[in-house]
């Protein structure tokens, strides 16, 4: 072994060190661990990015089980890797855009992926979202996913700006609040189901984000810390 130290990758905010045949070791550990594509009950769930633009108090990624899946990707993955990781889909009741990260930050491949999905197997497509589309890509940007996506979840998670920034910590600051409504606002006539969701978190008004999604007449639920969720 040499004494030359090599950054092998950065998991859950520890940078590991490595070098010679321990790196190769956990080398092949990690990509073991390559996770493109998991189930959930009767869901297939693809996983695309671990890039998020919110840092959620609550966010899965920051407990040891997660989903009970390592959903640290060691690289973002490709079309054709995703498209080989899905397999056949056509047993599920929805294939479901949704993994350690924020799947719009790869609006367009995500939009790739769905039209090959449609194409080949007529799935069910749903996106888990936190709604800061528009702030990545520009307004409009969910028009690229008609036709091809049905169901869209969007995070609101506070009823309004202060909250959302204390609990979210969204990189883009102030504003970004009002950006996830208008996203939301956008969706309508585009996707054909839209829920607004929150986190039953300390301190959020449950019942003035469900006004905030009855105003627009879409879905609204509540999920508790763990991922469950309740209507
Ligand atoms: S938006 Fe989702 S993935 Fe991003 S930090 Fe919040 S809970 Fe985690």
Not at 4 to 23: A, D, S, T, W
Not at 94 to 121: A, M, Q, T
Not at 189 to 218: F, H, N
């Amino acid at each position: 072994m040499t004494g030359e130290l090599i950054i092998l990758v950065q998991r859950q905010g520890i940078v590991i060190l490595l070098n010679g045949p321990v790196l190769q070791y956990l080398g092949r550990v990690i990509l073991k661990d390559f996770i493109l594509a998991y189930d959930i009950e009767y869901r297939r769930y693809l996983n695309v990015t671990n890039r998020c633009t919110n840092n959620c108090a609550f966010c899965i990624r920051k407990t040891d089980s997660g989903v009970g899946y390592n959903l640290w990707l060691t690289r973002e993955p490709g079309y054709d890797e995703i498209k080989d990781a899905l397999g056949d889909p056509s047993g599920y009741s929805e294939v479901v855009f949704c993994g350690y990260g924020e799947p719009l930050v790869r609006l367009d491949l995500v939009r790739d992926v769905s039209r090959f999905i449609k194409d080949s197997y007529g799935s069910v497509i749903r996106v888990n979202t936190n709604g800061h589309a528009d702030l990545l890509h520009g307004r409009g940007s969910v028009e690229r996913l008609k036709g091809l996506v049905d169901r869209i979840n969007i995070s609101l998670n506070a009823e309004n700006e202060d909250k959302y920034r204390e609990i979210c910590r969204p990189s883009f600051g102030p504003g970004t609040h009002d950006a996830v409504i208008q996203f939301a606002g956008s969706c309508v006539g585009v996707i054909p189901d839209i829920t607004l969701s929150v986190v039953d978190w300390p301190g959020v008004d449950i019942e003035k984000c469900r006004e905030i999604a009855e105003s627009m007449g879409v879905a609204f639920r509540v999920r508790q810390p763990d991922g469950t969720r309740q209507v």
